[in-house]
């Protein structure tokens, strides 16, 4: 895949920016932190663009999801098959409790999802990016803290 273009940078930064000024800490709302995805034979290794940690991750290059409450994917031309089927199954099998898509059309729509009692996301709803950042993340997703 090549490198993310600025308009997945300027999402990116536009989310990082609403987290933090709802107070989450720095070290607790990252950017392509790499995750470890338990997997039948071995372990397999996911980058999200954005993750959401009740505490800070270790200084691993792959951390455990234990602590991960949130993992988001911007998707990029060429990577929606992986992004809106592949990861979520991977994310869920992890036991991330919510999973959020920005996809690149118009309204750069969000769709969140929570992690159901069957073990698969449940998409909880979808609204554009603007709306969103209007709100409060405590309105979607529980903070650290």
Do not use: C
Not at 58 to 76: K, M, N, P, Q, R
Request: aromatic share 8%; glycine share 8%.
């Amino acid at each position: 895949m090549p490198p993310p273009d600025s308009d997945h940078a300027i999402i990116a930064s536009r989310l990082m920016g609403w987290f933090f000024a709802a107070g989450v800490p720095h070290n607790q709302f990252l950017q392509v932190l790499g995750i470890r995805i338990p997997g039948a034979e071995v372990d397999g290794g996911r980058i999200p663009d954005l993750t959401l940690w009740a505490k800070p991750p270790s200084g691993t290059v792959y951390a455990h999801t234990a602590d991960l409450l949130l993992a988001i994917e911007i998707i990029s031309r060429g990577s929606e098959a992986i992004d809106r089927a592949v990861k979520p199954t991977e994310y869920a099998s992890a036991g991330i409790p919510h999973y959020w898509t920005v996809a690149r059309d118009n309204a750069e729509t969000v769709t969140r999802f929570r992690l159901g009692p069957d073990g698969a996301y449940q998409e909880v709803g979808q609204t554009p990016l603007a709306w969103l950042l209007r709100t409060a993340p405590a309105d979607h997703v529980s903070l650290p803290g």
